[in-house]
């Protein structure tokens, strides 16, 4: 059996740390996204895709089903009708986490910021939302909307225009702006945005803000 002198040990020595180096700067830092493989997911590719279906079905069993169908009692519904609304909001930034433009998740969040007096908790799960997927005109005028909610109505009135210019045709984005400029006291830009979503096919009251 070969026996390595003390030259070749200290050569040794010095590739294997060479190598550990190597390793260090050229390995992929490991995260949790590539671990899971499930963030910054597209909500809307789901009705084609079927994997990602089958992901969304089960992130909202366990996190975010309607109530009575869930797996289980540590889901969004049963923390929030207890009461315990920062778990709640945990659950919420999970599913957003994974399927960042969900507009029902989102909606919640919205909730949860009125429930909790946080009026912007919201807005940096829709700007990742519009960061990760901007060609969605629903997520746009969501969130112009509830910037105008917020007192935030100008940049809330771009959001709502910039979902217009994807889908010209989207009525409820031209409600909102209709209740903005009536807010504002812009009776004709209110009246003429009300005429628009009325065209589309919108046929309840304009001026009645969802409850």
Not at 40 to 51: A, L, P
Request: with cysteine; glycine share 4%.
């Amino acid at each position: 059996m070969y026996e390595f002198s003390g030259k070749d040990k200290k050569l040794m020595k010095i590739l294997i740390s060479l190598l550990v180096i190597s390793l260090f700067f050229v390995a992929p830092a490991y995260t949790e996204k590539d671990a899971s493989g499930w963030h910054n997911r597209d909500y809307f590719r789901t009705t084609t895709d079927h994997k990602l279906k089958n992901s969304l079905n089960t992130v909202e069993k366990y996190h975010f089903c309607f109530q009575g169908q869930c797996a289980d009692k540590t889901n969004f519904w049963e923390k929030f009708n207890a009461g315990k609304y920062g778990s709640a909001i945990k659950e919420l930034e999970y599913v957003l986490r994974i399927f960042p433009n969900h507009p029902r998740a989102l909606n919640m969040m919205e909730l949860m910021a009125k429930l909790t007096k946080s009026p912007a908790l919201a807005v940096p799960w829709y700007e990742k939302a519009l960061k990760s997927y901007p060609y969605y005109s629903i997520i746009h005028a969501n969130y112009g909307n509830y910037l105008i909610n917020i007192n935030r109505i100008d940049s809330g009135i771009e959001e709502v225009q910039q979902a217009i210019k994807i889908n010209p045709k989207y009525a409820k984005a031209y409600i909102y702006l209709a209740r903005a400029y009536r807010e504002m006291g812009k009776s004709e830009l209110a009246a003429s945005n009300a005429e628009k979503a009325k065209e589309l096919g919108f046929k309840g009251d304009i001026f009645k803000q969802d409850k």
